[in-house]
């Protein structure tokens, strides 16, 4: 104990309670995004008084105004001084910048960042099953987030996808979109609610996109868009029961996100390699990750954010059944990836050339 520096004593207490602080916050930050608290100062032509801000959302004064001290002092949104020479802490007004704008309440923007915050409760919410499956090993897959989980995984990915997919991503591809307009057979494998698929199904009529999932609340919610798209070249199925075909009869495979939550991703890699025709393409787009731990620690910022969840949902779900792979959220480097798809019998694997904040883009094929 008479090591102890005291320097670093209180830099390391600070530092802990600056995770308590963000953990806090991020609560904040989903009350904002459900309460429609940042929609309302986006939609706002000036700052508001929380009293102006209380009464456009319908919600009580008192709790809106240390909601926003909260907002403020940490950052996430914009403060300015009361005019008013008589001091009077509820004259402070409050509102977004541009930029705070697009990634709290612009859900169509590609920079849009609440699908995280959106599922948070579910996401904590595992905690309480941690314990055992630290002691068992065995995890908990998606809909153990329940339905909003599979709102929050909508959200997070839809933004980005909807302004990138058609423009940016296929095109990078040697010659799928071509290919999808001249009417192509198609699986997207771990389609969620299934944005990807009605979004390329839509641009591409002529084609048959199917999507494949495991989690009940994202196949109900997939269903729900489809009916309303009113399109007839989608299908959406339980992969448990209906799973790819095995007969080399489909042109193009894509899979988002998804490989590195799956109990058994190279039994997944050896069955879109069977679905694929020769000539077909394999579109594996999952978590930027480094090789090893110690590059993960050194070069993401967000190592600790990754690992984390990966505890709490990715890797949760990659352990969920006896023998699951367990690949979690950084598990899934270049290195590994393409390991994994030449085990599979992929002979060529490219790593496209698309910016992206957490994914990485590869072409693979027979
Ligand atoms: C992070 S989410 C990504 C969902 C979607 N691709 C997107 O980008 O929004 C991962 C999804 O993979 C699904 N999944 C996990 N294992 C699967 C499997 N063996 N077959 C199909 N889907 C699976 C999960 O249920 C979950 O919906």
Request: glycine share 6%; with cysteine; aromatic share 8%.
């Amino acid at each position: 104990m008479s090591d102890i520096d005291p320097d670093k004593l209180k830099m390391f207490s600070f530092m802990l309670f600056s995770k308590l602080e963000g953990a806090v916050t991020s609560g904040m930050i989903h009350l904002g995004d459900q309460l429609g608290l940042y929609k309302a100062l986006a939609a706002a032509k000036q700052p508001l008084t929380t009293a102006q801000l209380a009464h456009t959302t319908q919600l009580n004064e008192r709790w809106v105004r240390e909601w926003a001290y909260n907002q403020a002092s940490a950052k996430m949104i914009s403060t300015q001084n009361a005019p008013s020479p008589i001091p009077n802490i509820t004259d402070d007004t409050f509102f977004l910048s541009p930029e705070q704008t697009v990634v709290l309440a612009t859900d169509d923007h590609p920079a849009f960042g609440m699908g995280m915050f959106h599922r948070l409760p579910q996401t904590m919410e595992s905690l309480k099953r941690m314990p055992e499956s630290f002691r068992t090993g065995i995890g908990h897959n998606y809909d153990s987030h329940g339905p909003e989980g599979a709102v929050g995984i909508e959200r997070s990915f839809e933004p980005w996808t909807n302004a990138n997919l058609i423009s940016a991503v296929l095109p990078a591809l040697n010659n799928i979109t071509n290919l999808l307009q001249q009417g192509a057979q198609v699986a997207d494998v771990g389609c969620g609610a299934g944005g990807a698929v009605l979004l390329m199904a839509k641009a591409f009529p002529t084609s048959t996109f199917t999507g494949y999932e495991i989690s009940q609340y994202a196949l109900d919610r997939a269903a729900q868009k489809l009916s309303d798209a009113k399109l007839t070249n989608v299908f959406f199925n339980d992969a448990r029961t209906n799973p790819l075909p095995t007969n080399h009869s489909l042109d193009f495979v894509t899979t988002f996100d998804c490989i590195h939550d799956m109990t058994h991703p190279a039994e997944m890699m050896q069955a879109i390699h069977a679905s694929l025709k020769p000539t077909g393409t394999w579109l594996l787009v999952d978590i930027k990750a480094h090789d090893t731990f110690a590059l993960n620690a050194q070069k993401n910022p967000m190592a600790p954010l990754m690992y984390g969840i990966s505890v709490l949902s990715c890797m949760s779900s990659a352990m969920s059944a006896p023998g699951g792979a367990g690949l979690g959220t950084l598990g899934l480097s270049a290195t590994t990836a393409q390991a994994m798809a030449t085990a599979a019998g992929f002979s060529q694997f490219n790593k496209l050339d698309i910016d992206h904040s957490v994914n990485a883009f590869y072409e693979i094929r027979p």
